[in-house]
């Protein structure tokens, strides 16, 4: 569908320069060469490409982007931040988006998008990586569907891309510092 042309009454930059900030990036660099649109996994699955989405932070359009179906459906992947010839950190973006979403108040159209996020963030803070048994069980008993997918679960372990047991990283105290409360027993978003 197209989209709504913008109506543009001056250009506030302190969006973007938040959002540079926290991602410790620099957006203005893209030269929307659409390399990481042409490379990102997801990109059919979004409302707004990377590189859109860079434009409108851009141009001040911090509601379209709070609200878009892009900031969620990215999985931070990488792939983007790693093809980009100017060096932007697309990835780090997408992530800074998401926090300041949630920050707002702004939470996404498809509530098990937030509840896989914080699995994954509450695995990072027990294991100081993610633990995807523990990622599935969390994120199923959440969204109380504890039976769909059982078979691709089943297909995982038996081609042993299911661990049973996590491994934790040596220094998990570093990683939980990362974390809101910095002991790992804080709050996920949203919650
Ligand atoms: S690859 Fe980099 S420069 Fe090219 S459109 Fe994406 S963010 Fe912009
Ligand atoms: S990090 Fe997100 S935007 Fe970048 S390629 Fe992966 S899914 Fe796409």
């Given at each position: 569908m197209p989209k709504p042309a913008l109506k543009l009454k001056k250009l506030d930059k302190s969006f973007a320069d938040k959002v540079n900030r926290l991602a410790h990036?620099?957006?203005?660099?893209?030269?929307?060469?659409?390399a990481c649109y042409n490379t990102c996994p997801f990109v059919q699955a979004m409302d707004y490409s990377p590189p859109a989405i860079l434009r409108l932070v851009l141009l001040g359009q911090e509601k379209t982007v709070l609200n878009s179906t892009t900031i969620w459906t990215c999985?931070?992947?990488n792939t983007c931040s790693t093809i980009c010839p100017q060096r932007v950190d697309m990835a780090a973006v997408m992530d800074a988006l998401r926090q300041i979403a949630l920050e707002q108040g702004?939470?996404?159209?498809?509530p098990e998008a937030l509840i896989f996020h914080n699995a994954i963030l509450d695995s990072i803070k027990k294991?100081?990586?993610?633990?995807k048994l523990d990622v599935m069980i969390r994120y199923k008993v959440k969204n109380l569907d504890?039976?769909?997918d059982v078979d691709v679960g089943l297909k995982m372990f038996v081609k042993r891309k299911l661990d049973m047991l996590p491994s934790r990283v040596k220094n998990l105290v570093q990683v939980r510092?990362?974390?809101?409360?910095?002991?790992?027993?804080g709050k996920s978003y949203g919650k």
């Open positions: 990036t620099d957006s203005r660099m893209c030269f929307q060469c659409r999985v931070g992947c702004v939470m996404p159209a498809q294991y100081g990586r993610t633990h504890l039976f769909s510092s990362l974390f809101p409360n910095g002991n790992g027993n």
